[in-house]
């Protein structure tokens, strides 16, 4: 009864013209069915309406020009460079690049045809400075790009270009196989979201994407492709939350004593507006039998810990215990020390249980965990993937979400272990990825920073400028401010950085800053040598903290209201701003100098810009996912989900949001999810995710 285009999963070797070595290289790509062949996507496409003839070209100019390789070679000069000179039997036309010229030597060859696309300029010819390309191959007779007006382009490699596996190579696979069968594929979306948003059917956007009738149409097939990708996606992850809220396995924390309003009382401060609504809704969701996975997002300085340890007390007056996870064991001690001052004057017992404690230390530690005498345990990830006994685990705190995603989270579960589970993030997660990577989870923000904040002044500087920054920074720790400075450590140069850090603490100590306080800090140092120093920083026995990024995130020292970022061209902005987080966090006037050395690439420029400007964590972010992309931030590529083939996460914002929300009422309704389990069964694009859904459990309700 159930209709599926089967050819969909025959393999590509079966295609004639396709032996084993072709296969080979088209498996690395990722194309090992027709199915992934007819998705394989054209990387642009060419208007024929903007192709030239080099003989009727004009300077200044976007165009494209379609012609043969002739000559190459480096060029010596001022700047050395590569040309490139193509013919298309009007003219000649040279092609210019200023770097990697040794790898542009190794990858053309003469004869062969390339789509050359960019600025036309004039120096005693025409001429294309870096221009977009792509290769022809040998020949240029014979296929659609002839008469089409629309070319389309297909990404390749050295390897498939070999093969003849070229945008004409792939031309003529995908062409025949979509004569035979683009017509008749079976539609994979439901009539009423194709008539709603008015999607071209499956058919006609898969002739479209591959060789549109006009740009109208392509843009249809584009967006109705998209729409259908990120449909999918959402419904598998409604799907995970759905399993998860009908789950009735969650603990339910009833009882809400005096120990809260105990602590609340004790505090110096009121909790602020955000604060108490996020509190709320934790408490909501810890009172419901539905295990909570609830994320808390909020800037440095919003006043995240507070709101954890208030949530633990829930969990401790119902008679659990309590976890809280840093990234860091010294983020961890940070947390311990917090919490221990909060906790034990309300006889509250909390331990701390990292690496580097002896083995007596260790083996009393974990009995107390066992045995539910240690209310609140605070450790890093390790926690968890040691397999630590507890008594009685009913909450798990993970602070700073970035590196502690959806896989990690599983590993608890896996366990047996079904707690509450609260995630504390810094990193504002763009909308985009909190719809996806994080879309199972239910979010509150701290929008709101306590009162009497000031915005840090941001300055970034060349290093010329470093001294007198030096010299404000020693009359500030003169006045009674502290100062943090730091230097990068990057793993690939891991030894000279260090080398860096140390040295310039020692030149610092004997030159600059001679007669105060210093200390340094670094990730070699043993757990007691760190532990020492950050006390001694905390209780204002060090004016001034050395320290490669181990303070990166939430080592909260109010008194400190000075940085210096040594090196900043070489930080990413979200470490950057989590980095600044560290000052700021009293009343008092902080300020941020971040100090680049050597030629700034455009990147780099870009960040200091934004952090010199904005002081807003998401604005901050949104910068960082733009200049990074969504695989490289956060990882996303770890995060469980298939690559997308056609939709972008950056870009699509408003496809997915309507994406989202179709597929949420849909997974809220049995009826539908019933009618849907076909088209599940049936997209290309829902692959990945169909072993993962149980429809059976979805569709009663
Ligand atoms: P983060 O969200 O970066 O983890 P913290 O929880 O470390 O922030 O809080 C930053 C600082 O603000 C701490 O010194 C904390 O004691 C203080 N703080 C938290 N909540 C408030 C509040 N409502 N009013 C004033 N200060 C607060
Ligand atoms: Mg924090």
Request: glycine share 8%; hydrophobic share 40%.
């Amino acid at each position: 009864m159930m209709q599926t285009d089967y050819f969909l999963k025959t393999p590509v070797e079966q295609l004639r013209n396709i032996g084993p070595q072709k296969t080979k290289a088209l498996e690395k790509v990722g194309i090992k069915t027709l199915g992934d062949l007819l998705y394989y996507f054209p990387r642009r496409y060419l208007d024929r309406s903007t192709i030239f003839k080099i003989n009727q070209l004009r300077a200044d100019i976007e165009a494209t020009v379609i012609a043969q390789v002739v000559n190459m070679g480096v060029k010596k000069g001022r700047r050395n460079r590569f040309l490139l000179i193509v013919y298309d039997g009007t003219a000649y036309m040279s092609c210019v690049w200023f770097s990697r010229l040794s790898y542009w030597q190794r990858i053309f060859h003469k004869g062969e045809w390339l789509a050359l696309s960019g600025k036309i300029g004039y120096f005693g010819g025409w001429q294309m400075v870096h221009p977009e390309f792509d290769r022809l191959g040998q020949a240029t007779g014979g296929d659609t790009f002839h008469t089409s007006k629309i070319i389309p382009l297909y990404p390749s490699n050295e390897q498939l270009n070999k093969l003849g596996l070229d945008s004409r190579g792939f031309r003529r696979l995908i062409g025949p196989l979509l004569k035979q069968k683009g017509d008749s594929l079976l539609e994979t979306m439901p009539g009423s979201l194709l008539n709603q948003y008015k999607l071209m059917p499956l058919a006609e956007s898969m002739n479209n994407i591959h060789f549109p009738e006009s740009f109208t149409r392509l843009h249809h097939a584009r967006r109705r492709l998209k729409f259908e990708e990120l449909f999918f996606m959402q419904l598998y992850i409604a799907s995970y939350k759905k399993h998860r809220q009908q789950s009735n396995a969650g603990i339910v924390f009833r009882k809400v004593g005096d120990l809260i309003r105990i602590l609340v009382e004790s505090l110096p401060f009121e909790l602020t507006r955000a604060q108490k609504t996020v509190l709320h809704e934790i408490h909501e969701d810890m009172k419901n039998h539905k295990p909570m996975n609830r994320l808390i997002q909020g800037d440095v300085g919003s006043g995240k810990t507070i709101v954890a340890v208030i949530s633990m007390l829930i969990a401790v007056e119902n008679g659990y215990q309590a976890a809280m996870m840093a990234p860091t064991e010294i983020l961890a001690e940070q947390h311990y020390f917090t919490l221990k001052k909060l906790l034990d004057r309300i006889d509250i017992h909390t331990v701390l249980l990292i690496g580097g404690q002896n083995q007596q230390t260790r083996n009393s530690l974990l009995a107390g965990i066992e045995s539910g005498e240690a209310h609140i345990v605070v450790g890093t990830h390790a926690l968890i993937q040691e397999g630590v006994a507890f008594h009685k685990l009913g909450l798990v705190i993970v602070d700073e979400q970035h590196r502690f995603g959806v896989l990690q989270r599983a590993v608890l579960r896996q366990k047996g272990l079904n707690p509450d589970v609260l995630v504390m993030t810094a990193t504002p997660i763009p909308r985009t990825l909190s719809m996806t990577i994080y879309g199972d989870l239910d979010v509150s923000v701290l929008d709101e920073m306590p009162a009497g904040r000031k915005p840090i002044k941001t300055r970034w500087i060349r290093e010329e400028q470093r001294v007198k920054v030096y010299r404000f920074l020693r009359d500030q720790v003169k006045s009674g401010a502290q100062a943090y400075i730091v230097f990068p450590l990057v793993e690939e140069t891991e030894k000279s950085d260090l080398k860096a850090a140390t040295d310039s603490f020692t030149a610092m100590q004997n030159t600059f800053f001679e007669g105060f306080r210093l200390g340094l800090l670094h990730g070699r140092m043993k757990s007691e040598e760190k532990e020492a120093v950050m006390g001694a920083f905390k209780q204002g026995d060090l004016d001034i903290l050395v320290s490669t990024t181990v303070i990166e995130v939430g080592v909260d020292v109010p008194n400190a209201t000075l940085m210096v970022v040594e090196h900043a061209e070489r930080f990413g902005l979200t470490q950057m701003h989590q980095l600044r987080g560290r000052v700021g966090r009293g009343s008092k006037q902080s300020y941020c100098y971040l100090v680049a050395y050597g030629t700034l690439t455009e990147e780099a420029e870009k960040r200091l810009q934004t952090m010199a400007r904005s002081n807003d964590g998401f604005k901050i972010a949104q910068v960082d996912l733009e200049i990074r992309g969504p695989g490289e931030f956060f990882g996303v590529r770890q995060s469980g989900f298939a690559e997308l083939k056609i939709a972008d996460l950056i870009k699509d914002v408003q496809v997915l949001k309507v994406a989202r929300e179709e597929a949420f009422t849909i997974i809220g309704d049995p009826q539908q999810c019933h009618r849907l389990k076909v088209l599940f069964q049936r997209s290309y694009f829902a692959r990945f995710y169909r072993d993962k859904i149980d429809f059976d459990l979805l569709t009663q309700g």
